[in-house]
């Protein structure tokens, strides 16, 4: 049998080998305490995924500020008070010779009513109708803010990598923070971190340049970032590709390539208008985005979303516009996945589309995160994954725990 493309090793632009191509993508797991620490189930699900046979893994968001979360279990990384779990979690992610890197993140506005005191953004603007239920609207962060938050990346990374971590990956994509000042839909501000495309993008490399600060150059450091927001007014292809230009000069390590925010969730296969049939046929979302981006950048690139099956990511990796296949929600059902794709079978799970049959539901991005952060919480706590789980009930399960989740750290805070 013919070995995959993908089944190479790779070495970064910091000499760091990979030990194959396939790579799992971020997915929110909520498994830290009520009050944002780190959990046993963290140590055990990335434990499982490294036995599983991926060659790089990458955690899902683990927040800068305690002040801002994404939604309730979030880890913070704010000191060392948690070091011996996140040495554990370290121990047993970068097992089997498994790269782990942590994803670092800060929601902006982008975070449950309810869960912090406020949110913040680049600019006093909410998100459209869709989502005025679900997200306040935020206030404009002052400089002296902008310039502690960018502050706090470093300082996070900096322990990530004292407690064995191998790398971070700056969360760009989906709407979160990074991802608004990116935007000029946003980001509307008319300072040095607004104005222009170029201002714009000023607040991700001083990220860059503070993990970098704290990190040196030894250490892995990439990001995931839109190809994209898909929103008028947004951030657009000719940015993005800015970006890339602008981040692989500054020398990082890794581009993971996404799409879309909660507003248009083509991350999660969501679109408004039917897909390309040569999308459906190449299998991912962003692959002609990323052929645009190798020929602007020799920085290594990572796509995520919409690979199915051994020959589609093997074309992948040996069309030279991608360099690791991202993987999330199959190993949301499959953890061992990779040892199977790794000897050319397929996967014995196919991920399908999570819908309850309700149309104003079954549009929200919140609906997939929701349904595999459940598989994902089985997982950490000793279970199986259940990959025909309704959705219906999964969703409505997923709001109550939400909610009351919401509840217990808002009383945590008071």
Not at 59 to 84: I, K, S
Not at 127 to 138: C, K, W
Not at 335 to 353: F, I, S, W
Request: glycine share 12%; net charge neutral; no cysteine.
């Amino acid at each position: 049998m013919t070995t995959p493309a993908f089944a190479q090793p790779f070495t970064l632009p910091n000499g760091r080998v990979v030990k194959n191509r396939l790579a799992k993508s971020a997915m929110s797991e909520a498994l830290g305490t009520i009050d944002n620490h780190v959990t046993e189930a963290l140590v055990a699900l990335y434990g499982r995924w490294a036995e599983g046979g991926i060659g790089l893994n990458i955690t899902g968001n683990v927040m800068v500020d305690r002040r801002a979360l994404g939604e309730p279990n979030n880890v913070v990384l704010e000191d060392d008070a948690d070091m011996a779990l996140l040495r554990a979690w370290a121990e047993a992610g970068t097992a089997n010779g498994t790269e782990l890197w942590m994803q670092l993140n800060h929601p902006g506005k982008q975070s449950p009513k309810g869960l912090n005191a406020e949110t913040v953004s680049p600019s006093a603007l909410g998100f459209g109708d869709a989502l005025t239920p679900f997200f306040n609207t935020p206030r404009e962060l002052t400089e002296a803010e902008i310039v502690d938050i960018v502050g706090r990346f470093g300082r996070s990374a900096g322990l990530a990598k004292a407690a064995g971590f191998t790398g971070v990956q700056i969360h760009g994509a989906h709407g979160y923070l990074v991802s608004q000042f990116l935007s000029g839909r946003h980001n509307q501000r008319n300072d040095g971190w607004g104005g222009d495309a170029e201002r714009r993008r000023r607040f991700v490399l001083e990220i860059y340049k503070s993990i970098r600060a704290t990190t040196g150059h030894d250490f892995s450091v990439g990001i995931k970032m839109n190809s994209a927001d898909f929103q008028k007014g947004g951030f657009s292809e000719e940015e993005s590709l800015d970006v890339v230009r602008a981040l692989s000069e500054a020398g990082i390590d890794l581009i993971e390539i996404s799409g879309g925010t909660y507003e248009a969730p083509v991350m999660a296969g969501v679109t408004r208008e039917p897909m390309k049939e040569s999308t459906i046929r190449r299998e991912a979302y962003f692959l002609e985005f990323a052929e645009k981006a190798r020929e602007a950048t020799k920085t290594p690139l990572m796509v995520t979303g919409g690979f199915r099956s051994v020959a589609g990511m093997s074309a992948a990796v040996e069309g030279g516009s991608v360099d690791f296949i991202g993987i999330a929600r199959l190993l949301a059902i499959e953890p061992d996945a990779p040892l199977r794709l790794l000897a050319g079978q397929e996967p014995r799970e196919a991920v399908r589309p999570i819908k309850t049959g309700i149309a104003a539901i079954d549009k929200m991005a919140l609906l997939e995160v929701a349904w595999y952060a459940r598989q994902l919480r089985r997982m950490g706590h000793g279970g199986e994954p259940k990959p025909r789980e309704s959705a219906l009930w999964s969703f409505l399960a997923s709001v109550s725990e939400t909610g009351w989740g919401t509840m217990k750290t808002r009383r945590l805070r008071a």
